[in-house]
């Protein structure tokens, strides 16, 4: 793919990705006994602090892999491990988890287990897909997302869009153990969400909610967007994303055309500025989302290796414009700060989390020039 960039873009991903080696090299080592989410002051927080069962948890170690996969960097694998070590304490705790079990450990030990071969992270895997594969509903066909009630309601049959991006642990799973379950499992539910999240106009709806007795749908939430009827943007690029990688593990033409079809919608709502609003139909205006941008950009990337090659320069340039955008905007290479992408927002309705620093920004950010570097292998 790197023969299709323009050398403007080219020169661009060489400089960025040595910011980013510059910027990680120091901030690997001082942030390497912590789990960061977001940042106070410009320094990681730590989530060992009492939320070691955060959905985020695999994205620092995760970023750790990429850098050791594409480096060899010893400070990067002792970080990544010794994460993985503290994420041990939540592995089996059935309770506080949820179906984000793939972000986690897809990232943390998938990636380990890919590069080192370790056996350790090979079971904490296994584990986790166990996890999600328990979460599944036969009867709706799809996997549940939440344990906890939400506003005094049962979250037993909610699905929400987010769930694609854990699929990949369960094709791992049917691969390395050669047992047809796990992946039966993921189509079941991706076909359900194709189904039923995704609008005729491309656009998703997060969270739909089953009779977890008769599979029935019996409504739907906005979750972390504006409401019902809009369209959260990182939601948006968990269809991209979620939908290109269950292609990429099985297959089916139906899930191309629908990452396709998303991101195409995507690119609508962003090709003004190509900076993500948090919400593409949300009232007011000044609450963005890099990480949803950012991991649409990813998305796209893994498209444009995947389609004709008179349709490549579509996602290419829109994956792109993106990423250059937003590290123009937003990138912090600063070595006094331990982040790099401002400007993410976790949920419309949690104000303090609006146009904020979060790792996911980060880690995709880094992703996407691992992919444009062809650095080495794909983790999900
Ligand atoms: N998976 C939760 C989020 O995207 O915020």
Known sequence: MKELL?????????????????KLSVVALR????IPFWSVD?????????????????FWPGLMWLMYSATGEARYRETAEHIEEYLDAVLMNYNDLSHDVGFMWRLASGADYQLTGSEKAKNRQAIAACHLMARFNPTGEFIRAWNPDRNGEKTTGWTIIDTLMNLPILYWASEEYEDPRFRDVAMKHADNTMANHMRLDG?????????????EIV???????????????RGQAWAVYGFALSYIHTGKEAYLDTAKKAAHYFISCVCEDWLPRQDFRAPEEGIFDASAGLAAACGMLEIAGLVQEYEKKLYLNAAMKLLMTIEEAW????DDTDFIVRMSTGSYKVKQSHNTYLIYADYFLAEALYKLKDCGPLFW
Do not use: F
Request: charged share 25%; with cysteine; hydrophobic share 25%.
């Open 6 to 22: 323009t050398n403007e873009q080219r020169n661009w991903v060489e400089e960025t990705w040595m910011k980013v080696q510059e």
């Open 31 to 34: 942030s390497r006994d912590k």
């Open 42 to 58: 410009g320094v990681h927080d730590d989530m060992k602090e009492g939320r070691l069962h955060c959905w985020t948890n695999g």
């Open 203 to 215: 656009s998703v709806r997060h969270i739909v909610k089953h009779d977890p007795v008769t599979g």
């Open 219 to 233: 409504g739907e939430n906005g979750g972390q967007g504006y409401g019902i009827g809009s369209s959260w943007s």
């Open 331 to 334: 990138a912090d290479w600063s």
